[in-house]
């Protein structure tokens, strides 16, 4: 894909075709005009308060940390 059709492509899916689901879950505004966002298929569609709290109840009881000591750049620029 050459630059000039990355900046016309789009991203993400249109609007919703067929009957709307059901759920508080679906952001009408997004079913009606399309999602652009960059989230996972499984979110599609989503409200961000539900994507929020579906992501709470999968969330791991423990911290990350990452300390970089060497001041590489490389590595502290993927943190």
Do not use: C
């Not at 059901?22 to 989503?46: H, P, S």
């Not at 929020?52 to 300390?67: M, N, P, Q, S, W």
Request: glycine share 8%; aromatic share 12%; charged share 35%.
């Amino acid at each position: 894909m050459t630059y000039e059709e990355r900046e016309t492509h789009e991203v993400g899916v249109g609007p919703w075709e067929g009957d709307w689901p059901e759920g508080e879950q679906w952001d009408r505004e997004l079913l009606a005009e399309g999602d652009r966002r960059n989230v996972v298929d499984e979110y599609r569609y989503w409200t961000m308060e539900a994507i929020i709290a579906d992501l709470d109840t999968k969330r791991h009881d423990f911290h990350v940390a990452i300390e970089n000591l060497q001041h590489d750049f490389n590595i502290g620029s993927i943190v």
